[in-house]
């Protein structure tokens, strides 16, 4: 069974950064693609960043592409989202997810097989 668990989140003040973190276990990390969603209240899944199997291919939300990082290390089955500049609109509930077919990256959260339960997190003003 895969799992995916999410950590790194918390409270943090506008213009910090945090680096989230997503432990893949139950599954061959190097086979899926990766990517990184969110959801705000009220508000619909969001797709921030995806990375491929081997890392060298990424893709990134337009509105996010300045200040997010996506990276991966296979050899401990975790991806990363590094996120600089934080404003209070990236406040919301970070998902990592899974997608065992695409070659390449996935921005659909259709497309992705697992799920982790997400990592909230708050940027105060």
């Known amino acids: 069974q895969v799992q995916l668990e999410e950590s790194g989140g918390g409270l943090v003040q506008a213009g910090g950064s945090l680096r989230l973190s997503c432990v893949v276990s139950g599954g061959t990390f190097s086979r899926y693609a990766m990517g990184w969603f969110r959801q705000a209240p009220g508000k619909e899944r969001e797709f921030l960043a995806a990375?491929?199997?081997?890392?060298?291919?990424?893709s990134y939300a337009t509105s996010v592409k300045s200040r997010f990082t996506i990276s991966r290390d296979n050899a401990e089955n975790t991806v990363y989202l590094q996120i600089m500049n934080l404003k209070v609109d990236d406040t919301a509930v970070y998902y990592c997810?899974?997608?065992?077919?695409?070659?390449?990256?996935?921005?659909?959260?259709?497309?992705?097989?697992?799920w982790g339960q997400g990592t909230q997190v708050t940027v105060s003003s």
């Open positions: 990375i491929s199997r081997s890392g060298q291919s990424t």
């Open positions: 997810a899974a997608d065992e077919n695409t070659l390449l990256t996935s921005v659909s959260a259709r497309l992705y097989d697992y």
